[in-house]
């Protein structure tokens, strides 16, 4: 599993041997069956996690108990709480396994003394950070002025891979529109 983690940081940033045997040191490894919960509404989360195999998805249930899904993570991807690890507060999201799954866990604390002691690791997590919170802007942007149809071509355009592993109802939640609508938009897209 670290082999996958390790490809992800050499593609991007050159570490010595010495610096990634510090960083598998202090990696947690998981495995996660399917419907498998990484993370449950009221716990406090304490982790930064980087998916090596597998897809998760990152929700909120409702008064109603509707689910609303802000995110899917697969491969090669993060994924967490950040407003619960960084206040310490429980968490209002759920994270679970939408298939078996792998995931990497480090510790708030030892991630924290891998960016102080590696410089290099430390400018990749910012990249990735400036890297979610343009995501989260354009994300916020297509919710409030695309139309479904826009909705569902900007994810399949993003997110090709995710369009047929994940359930159409997750995904029309993910897209804040009603089943019944993503069903005819794709019908619609079909067509043209």
Same mark, same amino acid.
């Given at each position: 599993?670290?082999?996958?983690?390790?490809? #992800?940081?050499?593609?991007?940033?050159?570490?010595?041997?010495?610096?990634?045997? &510090?960083?598998?040191?202090?990696? +947690?490894?998981?495995?996660?069956?399917?419907?498998?919960? &990484?993370?449950?509404?009221?716990?406090?989360?304490?982790?930064?996690?980087?998916?090596?195999?597998?897809? &998760? =998805?990152? #929700? =909120?249930?409702?008064?109603?108990?509707?689910?609303?899904?802000?995110?899917?993570?697969?491969?090669?991807?993060?994924?967490?709480? =950040?407003?619960?690890? &960084?206040?310490?507060?429980?968490?209002?999201?759920?994270?679970?396994?939408?298939?078996?799954?792998?995931? +990497?866990?480090?510790?708030?604390?030892?991630?924290?003394?891998?960016?102080?002691?590696?410089?290099?690791?430390?400018?990749?997590?910012?990249?990735?950070?400036?890297?979610?919170?343009?995501?989260?802007?354009?994300?916020?942007?297509?919710? +409030?002025?695309?139309?479904?149809?826009?909705?569902?071509?900007?994810?399949?355009?993003?997110? @090709?891979?995710?369009? #047929?592993?994940? @359930?159409?109802?997750?995904?029309?939640?993910?897209?804040?529109?009603?089943?019944?609508?993503?069903?005819?938009?794709?019908?619609?897209?079909?067509?043209?």
């Amino acid at each position: 599993m670290f082999e996958i983690f390790q490809k #992800y940081i050499s593609d991007q940033i050159t570490l010595s041997a010495e610096e990634y045997e &510090l960083i598998k040191s202090v990696c +947690i490894f998981k495995k996660l069956r399917k419907r498998q919960y &990484l993370l449950q509404d009221g716990d406090v989360w304490k982790y930064n996690a980087f998916v090596c195999k597998g897809c &998760l =998805r990152n #929700y =909120r249930v409702d008064e109603n108990g509707g689910e609303h899904i802000m995110g899917f993570s697969k491969e090669c991807w993060w994924t967490g709480d =950040r407003e619960s690890l &960084l206040t310490g507060k429980p968490s209002a999201n759920n994270i679970d396994a939408l298939e078996d799954s792998e995931v +990497i866990l480090i510790t708030k604390p030892s991630f924290e003394m891998l960016c102080e002691q590696i410089p290099a690791f430390n400018d990749l997590v910012n990249n990735i950070l400036n890297k979610s919170f343009i995501a989260s802007q354009n994300r916020i942007h297509s919710a +409030i002025s695309f139309t479904a149809e826009q909705k569902y071509r900007n994810f399949m355009e993003k997110y @090709p891979d995710l369009t #047929y592993r994940v @359930p159409q109802h997750m995904i029309a939640s993910f897209l804040g529109i009603t089943p019944e609508t993503l069903s005819r938009v794709r019908k619609e897209v079909a067509k043209k």
